[in-house]
Structure formats: structure tokens, C-alpha cells
């Protein structure tokens, strides 16, 4: 005769138990990865706005002290970040044209970061 399992105190665990504890278990890993995916693409988007922050009034010192050659988008490159400076075309309506678009391009060029400078070039 076989013996009862549940007369011995070994009954065990169902199915259903088991599988609802995985996926408990399956939901709980899900959203700590995410949470742990978040904050590293946070911590690295600072990163990122911090050197953009740091590169800035460089690329400003730079505008001021050199000499204009004319170019109506001058453009350039510093601590290895590409910038280009536009008119916006709102001042030149509000007779302000000391206020240009300063574009910082991030490393490969796809994304980039819009300040508003004051901007005079100084004629050669």
C-alpha cells in the first residue's frame, strides 16, 4: 500500500502555488531591473549635462575673444564636443541680434543640447 503524504505532514506545495510564485517572483526581477536600468541612463544623461555645462562657457570665451571672419554660423569644436552658433530669428524681429542659438553636439553628432547666448561678432 502506498503511503498518504498528507498523513505524514508532507504535503508540499501545489502547482498553482509554485507557479504563481514565480511569477511573483518573474514581476519583482522585471521591475528592479528597470529601476536599476533607469537609474544608470540617469546617472548618465548628469553625466552628459554636466560636461555639456562645462564646455559652454569655453565655447562662449572662445566666441568673444575671436576675431569675426564673417561667417554668419561660425562653428567649431571644443574639449572634443562640435558646436555651431545660429541666428534666432525672433531677435532679429525684436531688434535684439545680440541673442544666437548655441547648438552642442554630443560625440556621433545625434543628439545635442540648444542654449540661447548673447552673440555680437566683431568685425575683422
Known amino acids: 500500500m502506498a503511503a498518504d503524504p498528507a498523513a505524514h505532514g508532507e504535503e508540499g506545495f501545489s502547482l498553482i502555488e509554485v507557479l504563481c510564485a514565480f511569477v511573483i517572483l518573474s514581476i519583482s526581477a522585471a521591475i528592479v531591473l528597470q529601476t536599476v536600468q533607469l537609474a544608470a541612463k540617469s546617472s548618465a ?73 548673447n552673440y555680437h561678432p566683431r568685425s575683422p
Do not use: C, N
Open 45 to 117: 544623461m548628469a553625466e552628459e549635462k554636466m560636461t555639456i555645462l562645462t564646455v559652454v562657457p569655453k565655447i562662449e570665451l572662445a566666441i568673444t575673444t575671436a576675431e569675426g571672419g564673417g561667417d554668419s554660423s561660425p562653428r567649431g569644436e571644443t574639449d572634443g564636443l562640435h558646436w555651431e552658433i545660429e541666428p534666432v530669428p525672433f531677435a532679429e524681429e525684436q531688434d535684439d541680434e545680440g541673442i544666437a542659438r548655441l547648438r552642442v553636439f554630443l560625440p556621433g553628432g545625434e543628439r545635442h543640447y540648444d542654449f540661447l547666448i
